[in-house]
Antibody, heavy 126, light 109 residues
Framework: QVQLVQSGSELKKPGASVKVSCKASGYTFTSYAMNWVRQAPGQGLEWMGWINTNTGNPTYAQGFTGRFVFSLDTSVSTAYLQISSLKAEDTAVYYC???????????????????WGQGTTVTVSS | QSVLTQPPSASGTPGQRVTISCSGSSSNIGSNTVNWYQQLPGTAPKLLIYSNNQRPSGVPDRFSGSKSGTSASLAISGLQSEDEADYYCAAWDDSLNVLFGGGTKLTVL
């Protein structure tokens, strides 16, 4: 079945880095773009951006530039989110979610983000 | 503060019909389609409605969506206890971002 399986919870100290993985199965990885969404404790959903799974080109939402990096390993159908110089306010659950693409490779949100990973909890604490 | 505005809470009794609103602007809901996501407690969000009023396979027809101008609504008829969840609207914005509403916590009384 189609699924996205994310890596396990992480506990990090301020200033450290973390890399979250999102492994896709049950579909052709490069036929969909991958989004990342953050949910801080007790808060709503916040879109972080997306990555083109054909070119590896990332697009970051405002507020997620600099310390946040999206990457891929298409050989294992896996997307990654790396966050550097972690701060306490990065404590959140991070989700990956796929979205259909247009013939130009751009995300097509007409169909919504139809498959989500189970989420990865990142806790930043000294 | 979210650009898409939802009421923070809604409630209803089993069997009732409830609606959740989502208000945006001409640059998002007014010119793009709206999707709705359901997040059951402790779980990942799930796509509930796409393209304003389309249900993915497996979503009961008790759930319906509509859009008019710069606002959208999610309606749940025949409310059930398992519908107790957080609901989020989302839309593409002309600023090249996906915007989520702040979320509505639905309580089944």
């Amino acid at each position: 079945q189609v699924q996205l399986v994310q890596s396990g919870s992480e506990l990090k100290k301020p200033g450290a880095s973390v890399k979250v993985s999102c492994k896709a199965s049950g579909y052709t990885f490069t036929s969909y773009a991958m989004n990342w969404v953050r949910q801080a404790p007790g808060q709503g959903l916040e879109w972080m951006g997306w990555i083109n799974t054909n070119t590896g080109n990332p697009t970051y939402a405002q507020g997620f530039t600099g310390r946040f990096v999206f990457s891929l390993d298409t050989s294992v159908s896996t997307a990654y989110l790396q966050i550097s110089s972690l701060k306490a306010e990065d404590t959140a659950v991070y989700y990956c979610a796929r979205v259909a693409i247009t013939i130009f490779g751009e995300p097509n949100y007409y169909y919504g983000m139809d498959v989500w990973g189970q989420g990865t909890t990142v806790t930043v604490s000294s | 503060q979210s650009v898409l505005t939802q009421p923070p809470s809604a409630s209803g009794t089993p069997g009732q019909r409830v609606t959740i609103s989502c208000s945006g602007s001409s640059s998002n809901i007014g010119s793009n389609t709206v999707n709705w996501y359901q997040q059951l407690p402790g779980t990942a969000p799930k796509l509930l409605i796409y393209s304003n009023n389309q249900r993915p396979s497996g979503v009961p027809d008790r759930f319906s969506g509509s859009k008019s101008g710069t606002s959208a609504s999610l309606a749940i008829s025949g409310l059930q206890s398992e519908d107790e969840a957080d609901y989020y609207c989302a839309a593409w914005d002309d600023s090249l971002n996906v915007l989520f509403g702040g979320g509505t916590k639905l309580t089944v009384l």
